[in-house]
């Protein structure tokens, strides 16, 4: 018995070696600090969580959903882009609810791609823009995000010939795995060339609210004309502590939004009403999660920066998200540097090559962890360096 060729042609899974190395380890007993995986370990607010049971309780609540989302979290989701972009959508239109913005990101595909279309997906990215678009039966194409251009496309890379030939490109700032930030001059220069040559363009927001110093993301729709060629991602997921809740949304162009509606209709139901209701809560009180996340983050993010830099690693301060991207010493290759890392420190990082083959030479170290772990971490990785 064969399984379907969309399935045989997914790239393998690069980290079966390492993870085997990790199991390994454990079972030898030893104390392995992961700091692999974007996933926060601090709680979901508790005026959340308390919003959630009483939900729960009312009956009305346990019937199947509306595939599009609770009429009061499409209009939460407009009033916090309102307030938080200065964009207005309309929630009836122009906002969809997702079972966590990478059910919607895996689906969008299926929305504009027809079979042998070209999509761009940064590259390192997160794996999802391009095995969605192959699952659609779309053409990957690695968009390079380099070091000497502080990770940031250059699509004058691209020939005129190939661009016109783009049928969607998916962007993420701030980025997952580099931490970089785009401008909004950045975003104006993509729509423009989006007009041109009549692409569409994908924005994943996941990690808006994770910044640091004052900083503030910028969205896509803050630029004129993004409202005619574009959709974004957003979730509650990294925002408020709630990955495993299974709650997101996107909004944008009206066309594609109701496209990414009706495909969702034919293979979903939709978020657990309960889950929508306390999902209203969290847009309308993000500010007041945030308070109490982001000067965690702050304090892990220097430490870890500050460790990294005693033993000559070259590592900014991000301005955004939980991870610090970090090119690995001379001789390794990135898989190689996980595993000495894991070896010497029990520490587990990953690899960049996982997230496309521009993130060779990368590591990617996520500071969802504990603080006291994750100090104990650093100083395993600078004693493993020094020594
Ligand atoms: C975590 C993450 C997501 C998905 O989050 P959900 O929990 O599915 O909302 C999407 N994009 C990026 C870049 C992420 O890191």
Not at 56 to 62: K, R
Not at 208 to 235: K, L, N, Q, T
Request: aromatic share 12%; hydrophobic share 45%; with cysteine.
């Amino acid at each position: 018995m064969d399984v379907a060729q969309r399935i045989r042609n997914l790239p393998p899974y690069l980290f079966a070696e390492i993870e085997k190395k990790i199991a390994q380890a454990r079972e030898e007993g030893k104390d392995i600090i992961d700091l692999g995986i974007g996933d926060p370990d601090l709680p979901t607010p508790s005026f959340i969580v308390e919003r959630l049971c009483r939900e729960a309780q009312v009956a009305e609540n346990h019937r199947y959903p509306s595939y599009r989302g609770l009429q009061a979290f499409r209009e939460a989701v407009a009033s916090w882009y309102k307030w938080r972009f200065g964009i207005s959508f309309d929630p009836d239109k122009e906002v969809v609810a997702l079972i966590g913005s990478k059910e919607g990101i895996a689906h969008f595909p299926w929305c504009v791609v027809d079979p042998g279309d070209i999509v761009l997906a940064s590259d390192p990215g997160y794996p999802v823009y391009k095995i969605g678009t192959m699952l659609a039966g779309g053409v990957p194409i690695a968009l390079p995000l380099l070091p000497h251009n502080d990770f940031i496309p250059d699509f004058s890379l691209f020939p005129e010939s190939l661009l016109e030939r783009v049928k969607l490109v998916f962007l993420n700032y701030p980025n997952n795995p580099t931490s970089r930030t785009a401008s909004r001059e950045f975003f104006q220069e993509v729509v423009e060339l989006a007009h041109r040559f009549g692409f569409i363009i994908a924005h994943d927001l996941a990690y808006s609210e994770i910044s640091f110093d004052g900083y503030r993301a910028p969205s896509v729709f803050e630029v004129d004309g993004a409202r005619e060629v574009a959709i974004e991602f957003h979730s509650l997921s990294k925002m408020c502590n709630m990955t495993g809740w299974r709650i997101g949304f996107a909004v944008g162009n009206a066309k594609l939004v109701e496209a990414l509606g009706r495909v969702k209709t034919n293979i979903d139901s939709g978020v657990f009403n309960a889950i929508q209701w306390a999902g209203v809560e969290a847009l309308e009180r993000v500010e007041e999660a945030l308070r109490d996340i982001i000067p965690v983050y702050t304090e892990r993010r220097n430490l870890v920066i500050e460790a990294l830099r005693r033993v000559g690693f070259d590592v900014y301060y991000p301005k955004a998200t939980f991870y610090i991207w970090v090119p690995v010493p001379q001789g390794f290759t990135s898989m190689g540097f996980a595993e000495f890392i894991l070896e010497r420190a029990q520490v587990v990082v990953t690899p960049g090559i996982g997230f496309g083959k521009y993130g060779e030479g990368f590591v990617r170290i996520s500071i969802t962890t504990p603080t006291d772990r994750l100090k104990e971490a650093m100083e395993r990785v600078v004693r493993a360096l020094e020594g």
